[in-house]
């Protein structure tokens, strides 16, 4: 675990933000590199990236400032802007790169949901990627689990922080590798060419959601709310929710 990579003159170089950047980097290649069969939505796919970056992080700021973090940035607005010292949700972002991406294939006048399919494996490889940044930041982190197994985060971090040296449950870690599994699933799934169209970034959104579900029950930074389930969960049953309405919508209009 390493927050800073380097340190010069006073400016330190802090690996989370080298991380997601290198995240958003492969994703987008991944999935231009997978498209390679549809070239017309390629060159969409490179046109909307910045938007849709530029979206996600609005969103994933937003959604960690209100739905995580209220109470402190309530008293420290200013920390707001500050994202290189962590604080992004997934969640949040996705949101912030649906609503960008409807925005722009309005605007384009093209097939959302064709897009969509084409950016779902390079979006959940690119979380998974991610999660990485968050180990690294020791943020993200589970609970203890009061035996020997676990991760030690070091002073300074987040974690450390909560827990002090306990060993705790690799939560971050084995979401990333959810992400990973999820990813080989979607090019599995992408290789059939029946499939209605936004099916894939729909079963996407519903695997993801399923994984996140599970493991926020070992999740050492988050609150309970509304029937002990937190902010993540919640998020994630609206995204199993409106993903199944979707599908049905999609499945009813290729029918009639």
Known sequence: MAQFLFTINGFSLRSYGVIVAL????????AYVLASEEKEYR????DLLVYAVIGSIIGARLWQVFFYEWGYYAVHPIEIL?????GLA?????????????????FKKIDFWRLADIAAPGLILGQGIGRIACFLNGDAYG????????????LGTPAYDVYGNQPLWPAEIWEGQWDIIVFVIILILSRW????KGTLFLTYIILYSLGRFALEFLRGDVTSHFL????????????????????????FRRKI
């Open 23 to 30: 995240a958003i980097v492969l994703g987008a290649a991944v």
């Open 43 to 46: 060159d969409y796919l490179l």
């Open 82 to 86: 500050k994202i290189w010292h962590g």
């Open 90 to 106: 997934v969640q949040g972002s996705l949101v912030g790169a649906f609503l960008v991406g409807g925005l722009y294939t309005h």
């Open 143 to 154: 609970t203890p689990t009061n035996s020997g197994f676990g991760l030690v985060y070091p």
């Open 193 to 196: 060419r029946k499939w209605t």
């Open 228 to 251: 002990n389930l937190s902010s993540g969960q919640w998020g994630s049953i609206g995204g199993i929710v409106v993903a199944l309405l979707c599908l049905g919508v999609l499945r």
